[in-house]
């Protein structure tokens, strides 16, 4: 999968690193993967923070449903 999410070891936000093409179907399955498991965490906050490295993503598959989807 392009998309890897690490919890970073000082506990205190989590990485993304998007490499690739990404589409539309992998974006909201796999943070809905990632929350699920990590919200019975006792690090979970409603505001913990992400990092995003996007600098080796396509996103010309990308389309505004796909993105709306994500902000919901």
């Known amino acids: 999968m392009p998309i890897n999410i690490m919890i970073h070891e000082s506990g205190k936000y989590f990485i993304t690193h998007w490499k690739g093409k990404i589409y539309d179907d992998e974006l909201v399955p796999l943070y809905e993967v990632f929350y699920a498991a990590f919200e019975k965490s006792p690090l979970w906050t409603p505001e913990f923070p992400e990092l995003a490295d996007l600098t080796m ?11 709306i989807g994500l902000a919901l």
Do not use: L
Request: cysteine-free; overall charge negative.
């Open 57 to 67: 993503a396509d996103f010309s598959e990308i389309t505004s449903s796909g993105i």
